[in-house]
């Protein structure tokens, strides 16, 4: 089975700080997606990417920024976190052969204080 | 722009009745349909999908037509259990990359 996991389930941080959320995938997949999901807007891609060193700006980028460096981990870094973005964070990956099957971590609720 | 629309919950029902969520979509091309379902504390798991007009996706009890005459792709099952409490989102992607467009999600509560 594909396993996606995130660095951790809950996650409390201060304004200001500058936070890391890790996704790892297990499958060898070539695509990888952040999202932030909230109450009443539903799933909102922030960046994904198609390959190693390669990003893309998805719908909500203000604030983030990606980095992956080996195919298997995609990392969400908030370069100084707001309390706008409290959130929950979903990550997902998929093979790239066009399956389009998106499969999910588990997420990271974040609360920035 | 491309967009999926899908009935706002939460919707409540009692433990073996007749569930419909309804969803519809906007999109320029021809789009396959998903359905993902969250089960709490957990991350999106993919549900039923169809890839053209006319396909039913089907799991788990779930049924979904893919109409495109009515741009629909409405979820069913006949007889709803507890352990489908859950947020439902309907979603398209139009088949030139992995993205996917997700509606906003119905929340589901079935009552013993």
């Known amino acids: 089975d594909v396993k996606v996991t995130q660095s951790s389930r809950y996650l409390v941080k201060r304004t200001g700080e500058k936070v890391f959320l890790e996704c790892v995938q297990d499958m060898d997949h070539e695509n990888m997606f952040w999202y932030r999901q909230d109450p009443g807007l539903g799933l909102r891609l922030i960046y994904f990417?198609?390959?190693?060193?390669?990003?893309e700006k998805g719908d909500i980028p203000e604030g983030y920024s990606v980095s992956r460096e080996k195919k298997e981990r995609f990392s969400l870094i908030l370069e100084s976190a707001s309390t706008n973005q409290t959130s929950m964070y979903l990550c997902?990956?998929?093979?790239?052969?066009?399956?389009?099957?998106?499969?999910f971590g588990p997420g990271t609720r974040l609360t920035v204080t | 722009g491309d967009s999926v629309t899908q009935m706002e919950g939460p919707v409540t029902l009692s433990e073996e009745a007749f569930l419909t969520i309804n969803c519809t979509y906007t999109?320029?091309?021809?789009?396959?349909l998903f359905w993902y379902v969250q089960y709490p504390g957990e991350g999106l798991q993919l549900l039923l999908k169809?890839?053209?007009?006319?396909d039913k996706g089907s799991n788990k009890g779930f049924e979904a037509t893919y109409r495109k005459e009515t741009t629909s792709f409405h979820l069913e099952k006949g007889s709803v259990q507890v352990s489908d409490s859950a947020v439902y989102f309907c979603a398209l992607t139009l088949n030139r990359d992995d993205k996917i467009i997700f509606g906003k999600g119905t929340r589901l509560h079935i009552l013993p």
């Open positions: 999109a320029t091309g021809y789009p396959s």
């Open positions: 990417s198609y390959d190693v060193k390669m990003k």
């Open positions: 169809a890839t053209k007009a006319d």
């Open positions: 997902a990956s998929t093979s790239g052969s066009r399956s389009y099957e998106q499969y």
